[in-house]
């Protein structure tokens, strides 16, 4: 059973940026698509990235792109994304989630495995 444990989250001014890490434990990470989602208090959550299982196909929520860069080093077991230009909207808790569908979906119900989640708070 893969477990998955973000970390990076933080405090950052606006216009700042940060990169969160998910690595994935127990075992590879290889066949799966992996994403990221967010949460803001009040809201339902949302995906931010996705990646396919090979890191060619990648799909942004509109709000993030030229912003956010997703990418995996499946080596390492590791989903990152990078978070640049960060607003004050972007305040949320980030999740990283895999999907044994192996595509760049954006839909959660396509996964099945996520982690505790990082909080990210960008202050104005």
């Known amino acids: 059973q893969v477990q998955l444990v973000e970390s990076g989250g933080g405090l950052v001014q606006a216009g700042g940026s940060l990169a969160l890490s998910c690595v994935a434990s127990?075992?590879?990470?290889?066949?799966?698509?992996m994403g990221w989602f967010r949460q803001a208090p009040g809201k339902n959550r949302e995906v931010v990235a996705a990646i396919s299982n090979g890191g060619v196909s990648t799909y942004y929520t509109d709000s993030v792109k030229g912003r956010f860069t997703i990418s995996r080093d499946n080596s390492k077991r590791t989903v990152y994304l990078q978070m640049n230009r960060l607003k004050p909207e972007d305040t949320a808790v980030y999740y990283c989630a895999a999907t044994p569908s192996g595509v760049a979906g954006k839909a959660e119900v396509l996964y099945d495995t996520w982690g505790q989640g990082t909080q990210v708070t960008v202050s104005s």
């Open positions: 127990g075992g590879t990470i290889g066949t799966y698509g």
